[in-house]
């Protein structure tokens, strides 16, 4: 039963950076994989990118690579999300949630959804 909390949004310039924060607390955080995604207004939730338990391997879908860098921290059963170079287009709300089974890049392969925290890049 693992609870998440997602913070550290906000508004940045284009070109810009911001670091995500995810806080997990009751659960096994440091054994599941866990990921970010992206819901911008009026479409549908999208895959951001992925870690596994070790922080050893990580995944990346095309419209974030080179760009945004994920990463965790057991002790704190933290996670992170930095995001460089930032573009209008990564304005959404990001959420992280802990891998069950399935597809890795699917939404419904993972619960344990946070409230999410909003990113706005401005132009």
């Known amino acids: 039963q693992e609870q998440v909390v997602e913070f550290e949004g906000g508004l940045v310039q284009a070109g810009g950076s911001l670091r995500l924060s995810c806080v997990a607390s009751?659960?096994?955080?440091?054994?599941?994989?866990m990921g970010w995604f992206r819901q911008a207004p009026r479409k549908e939730r999208e895959f951001v990118a992925n870690?596994?338990?070790?922080?050893?391997?990580?995944y990346y879908s095309d419209s974030v690579k080179g760009r945004f860098t994920i990463s965790k921290d057991n002790g704190k059963n933290t996670l992170y999300l930095q995001m460089n170079s930032l573009k209008p287009e990564d304005t959404a709300v990001y959420y992280c949630?802990?891998?069950?089974?399935?597809?890795?890049?699917?939404?419904?392969?993972?619960?344990?959804w946070g409230q999410g925290t909003q990113v706005t890049v401005s132009s």
């Open positions: 009751g659960g096994t955080f440091s054994t599941n994989t």
């Open positions: 949630a802990q891998y069950v089974d399935g597809d890795l890049r699917a939404a419904t392969s993972y619960d344990y």
């Open positions: 870690i596994n338990w070790m922080g050893s391997l990580t």
